[in-house]
């Protein structure tokens, strides 16, 4: 089984509004980290956000948001007030705490495509 | 500040000559890691080094593939003798570790990545 599943390989939407990228992941770990890259097409990965998973509230950053359901394992993306910057390529990627000493890595999914229309 | 610096951003090489990428990672960062991306695998890390001692390189592809990281600020990867199916992206980078704590939960801040290398050998 996938560890980090993107199930939207891409996302539309209209410049002002609101969009939700989903990631679900998988782990048995109790202890655990969320993160969502951004790759724009100049290829560099921009981190945008972190929620661990003994967080009480839910991350933000600036228009990001990271919608955090634990009992789901699911932890989506929201950007509010799209803006033409933010077409790029999303990537969730998860680190597991105790995965036998492998604490520092990351799993990534496979991404989605957000294009923001003008 | 400076983000991670990688060098050089684009590379052309022929099959069969030697291929160095460049890191300098983030000042006062003590892990580093080393990813490709394709578009057939994704993102994969290929190695991990903290405070400067490679700790896992079981994601290096075999052994024409070697990285070395000689102080805190400086990496590089190295491909002797390349070939085509090493075209790629690859991403240098750079995290704080809280010392002597690395196994434990939490002990590993957000990686930031430096702004890549794209490879070609033709």
């Known amino acids: 089984a996938q560890k980090i599943t993107q199930t939207q390989p891409g996302m539309f939407v209209q410049e002002k509004e609101a969009v939700t990228l989903d990631c679900t992941y998988d782990?048995?770990?109790?202890?655990?980290?969320l993160f969502w890259y951004k790759q724009p097409s100049s290829g560099e990965m921009i981190f945008l956000i972190y929620?661990?998973?003994?967080?009480?509230q839910n991350a933000t950053e600036g228009r990001y948001s990271l919608n955090f359901q634990k009992a789901r394992k699911s932890a989506n993306l929201v950007i509010s007030a799209s803006q033409l910057g933010d077409s790029a390529m999303y990537f969730c990627?998860?680190?597991?705490?105790?995965?036998?000493?492998?604490?520092?890595?990351?799993?990534f999914g496979k991404g989605t495509l957000l294009t923001v229309n003008p | 500040d400076a983000g991670v610096i990688q060098s050089p951003r684009h590379e052309v090489t022929e099959m069969g000559q030697e291929v160095t990428l460049r890191c300098k990672p983030i000042?006062?960062?003590?892990?580093l890691f080393w990813y490709r991306q394709t578009m057939m695998r994704g993102l994969e890390l290929l190695i991990y080094?903290?405070?400067?001692?490679?700790?896992?390189d079981s994601g290096m592809p075999e052994d024409r593939f070697s990285a070395k990281m000689p102080n805190a600020s400086f990496s590089t990867l190295k491909i002797q003798p390349s070939e085509p199916r090493d075209s790629a992206v690859y991403f240098c980078?750079?995290?704080?570790?809280?010392?002597?704590?690395?196994?434990?939960?939490?002990?590993?801040?957000?990686?930031?990545f430096g702004p890549g290398t794209r490879l070609t050998v033709t």
């Open positions: 980078a750079s995290s704080f570790s809280w010392p002597g704590l690395e196994g434990l939960a939490g002990a590993f801040n957000e990686q930031y």
């Open positions: 782990t048995s770990d109790p202890s655990y980290g």
């Open positions: 929620q661990g998973s003994y967080d009480q």
């Open positions: 990627a998860m680190r597991e705490d105790y995965s036998g000493g492998s604490n520092y890595k990351l799993t």
């Open positions: 000042s006062g960062h003590n892990s």
């Open positions: 080094f903290n405070n400067n001692v490679p700790i896992d």
